[in-house]
């Protein structure tokens, strides 16, 4: 892979969409990455990420040096370019108003079964004053049946950069700090009870990504 230009090794519409994500991030809101020798080095495994702002899939999917899948709405895929963009780049819709989405969580189990990387932020929604939020048991579910390391990712600045008012303050820096990848028997206890697995899991999965801390006052 190019470490300069990894995005001749993505398909071509998401490699061009990388590199134009990747850009704006530099010019506009540039900061510190840390951490990225976190990465494993090859084979499935989920990115958590903390969520504040509508920027962080995409800040969070361009500094990752692979193609990786993200979730959205499935209100999202309406006539024209939106659909199509959003099937270009591969992108799972999912279900947030009707419970458990079968057909989402068997996308995402397949395509970690066919070695991708799956964007996950465990919160659910983006937080309404930038501060962590409990996880929802959906990302200790889907890992706990994948089986696969996690590498908890924590975004600093992401909120004063775009909040949920909508205000977007170009040039302020947001950073972001890649943890060491979680292994499953760091994340799923078999001791846990069936019916509060998954939650833990997502708990202790939100753990690492609130024990990380900005680049500024200790690098990861």
Same mark, same amino acid.
């Given at each position: ?66 193609? !990786?899948?993200? =979730?959205?709405?499935? $209100?999202?895929?309406?006539? +024209? ?7 270009? &780049? /591969? ?26 990387? !799956?964007?996950? =932020?465990?919160?659910? $929604?983006?937080?309404?004053? +930038? ?7 959906? &990302? /200790? ?80």
């Amino acid at each position: 892979m190019s470490r300069a230009f990894p995005q001749v090794e993505m398909e071509p519409v998401y490699g061009f969409f990388h590199y134009l994500a990747h850009t704006i991030y530099r010019m506009w809101f540039r900061g510190e990455v840390v951490g990225l020798e976190n990465l494993p080095a090859g084979g499935a495994y989920l990115v958590a990420a903390n969520h504040a702002s509508h920027l962080d899939p995409p800040i969070v999917g361009s500094n990752l040096p692979q193609q !990786v899948c993200f =979730f959205a709405r499935k $209100t999202l895929w309406k006539p +024209g370019f939106a659909s199509w963009w959003l099937d270009k &780049v /591969g992108t799972i819709p999912v279900d947030r108003d009707g419970g458990a989405d079968v057909t989402a969580i068997k996308r995402v189990l397949g395509a970690l079964k066919h070695g991708k990387v !799956v964007i996950l =932020f465990p919160e659910g $929604t983006r937080s309404a004053d +930038g501060q962590l939020q409990i996880p929802k048991p959906g &990302v /200790g579910m889907l890992a706990c049946r994948a089986r696969v390391p996690v590498v908890p990712v924590r975004l600093f600045g992401s909120f004063a950069a775009f909040d949920r008012s909508g205000r977007l303050n170009l040039g302020q820096p947001i950073s972001l700090v890649f943890g060491p990848p979680l292994a499953p028997a760091d994340y799923d206890d078999p001791t846990d009870a069936k019916d509060i697995r998954y939650q833990r899991a997502a708990e202790r999965i939100m753990a690492r990504i609130a024990a990380l801390r900005p680049p500024s006052v200790t690098v990861i």
